[in-house]
């Protein structure tokens, strides 16, 4: 009998110590529930705004905060994440050949902002029965880059062996345009089923050199 009475004790003892350890594991998870928040943006002063892009064509599109072109939307992050001061931000997204996507948000400091994107196509979007082939070699590859006054993507989308910018014959004005560095701008003028390129390399500048294709006027 005492040797049942010992393992009822020993029983109730180790019964007592889980829900002790049950009670503080709870208490403990409550505390970091409560101070849980919003994500943090790693600044006390700026906010910093993600984007959620579902398909590639969101991904590759140009992102532009309050006029100004920042980069394109799957790039934005690391070392090229968006911080901005507290207060209301006007976002534009844009890709060739849909419609632009336009939000604004409201930024508070110290928390990080994620924005959904989903572009469609442009109703009156059309393809030329007959084209020519533009590839582009430029660096660096994230510059913007607007064939007739129009954004059609971001540089290193038109290069390399697989990539390049089908365009109907004719001339045609290309600028290159990224925020610190110099506008590139040329013309090329070209034949049916013609294949051409254009190479060269930003000049390094100052974003009071921006045009306002990129750059909001003051």
Request: glycine share 10%; net charge neutral.
């Amino acid at each position: 009998m005492n040797v049942i009475r010992n393992i009822s004790a020993f029983g109730r003892a180790i019964v007592v110590a889980s829900l002790c350890l049950a009670l503080a594991s709870g208490y403990a998870g409550a505390q970091n529930a409560a101070k849980t928040g919003p994500p943090a943006s790693g600044s006390k002063v700026m906010g910093e705004l993600k984007f959620d892009g579902a398909t590639k064509t969101e991904k590759e599109a140009g992102v532009w905060v309050d006029g100004n072109y920042v980069g394109y939307m799957k790039e934005l992050k690391g070392d090229k994440k968006v911080l901005l001061l507290p207060g209301e931000h006007a976002v534009a997204v844009r890709q060739s050949g849909y419609d632009d996507f336009e939000q604004k948000i409201v930024v508070e400091p110290g928390q990080v902002h994620t924005i959904p994107v989903r572009l469609h196509l442009a109703p009156h979007a059309t393809t030329p029965d007959i084209t020519s082939m533009l590839k582009l070699y430029i660096e660096p590859g994230r510059a913007a880059v607007f064939l007739d006054g129009k954004f059609v993507g971001h540089a290193s989308e038109f290069g390399g062996a697989v990539h390049a910018m089908l365009i109907a014959p004719g001339k045609h004005r290309i600028k290159v345009e990224l925020p610190g560095y110099q506008t590139f701008e040329t013309e090329v003028n070209l034949l049916a089923n013609q294949k051409s390129e254009v190479k060269t390399e930003l000049v390094k500048g100052s974003i009071v050199q921006a045009g306002p294709e990129i750059k909001q006027p003051q």
